[in-house]
């Protein structure tokens, strides 16, 4: 049988769920895992990286740069910002695949919205990037990393993560759209999903930049998403500080938050929307 057919009898259920709103949905988001993580190998050896950082690397570049434990606390939470737009990019991979050996064709046959094949591949994204995160922080605990989170810290840091993570998938989907190779995709990710993580404060505040550079770090959405994080799990608001130079931690945090919701829904609308329009090319 090949994968063509396998990928088909997965999507068969859908003209029997078309009366609900979240059918469809349900069943292309279970494709989708089923295509991403057909062997607990596939679930596993994503989370090695989180676990690398949190054992591995917060420690050694505590040791190295002779700092209090704060600063592991400070480096484990800076791996968020790499391990969301990683997992969200190498999700488009996907997509690519699915485009050009998969059923792509033939799900935009069915009688569902575009929209819904790019939301069903955003759910699953979302799922394993919130798994990996969730072990990342459940290491760092156990490794003596301390968090200390205010009573609506943890409202402040989901918010953040979930919603940079949309956007970053928001905007794995327009890449995979516009790209006509995976070697292309692939080539284009470092730019998009590394090198902004070295200048939106991951491992040194943004203050500690060239003038130039912090000026532009503060309009990089990542470090609102990463200044939010730490404000949840450490109450850190010197990185909200960093960027808008008030007093009110609550107000700057709010504001950081409004520019990352702005951010996801303008890459998930420019992902659905180029998808829509690039899907049978």
Known sequence: MSATTQELELVAPLPAVARSPFGPLATLA????????????????????????ALVIAPALKQALHTSSAYEAFVATGTIGLLIPLNTMFAGIGVLVDRENGAQRELLSAPIHRSLLVLANMAVAFAITALQ??????VARARGIHFHIPGAGAVWFLFAGSLFTIAMYGAAETLAARVPRTEEYIGRVPAIAI?????????????????????????????????????????????????????????MAALSLVVVTLFAGALVAAGIRTFSRTAVR
């Open 30 to 53: 279970r494709r989708r895992f089923q295509l991403s993580a057909r062997t607990p190998r596939e679930l596993v050896v994503p989370l090695l990286t989180p676990i690398l950082f």
């Open 195 to 251: 090198v902004p993580w070295f200048l939106a404060g991951s491992l040194f505040p943004i203050d500690a930049l060239p003038g130039f550079l912090t000026w532009f770090a503060r309009v990089l959405p990542l470090t609102h998403a990463l200044a939010l994080v730490r404000y949840g799990l450490l109450d850190d608001s010197s990185g909200l500080h960093n960027i808008w130079k008030m007093h009110s931690s609550t107000e």
């Open 133 to 138: 995160i969730a072990v990342l922080l459940g």
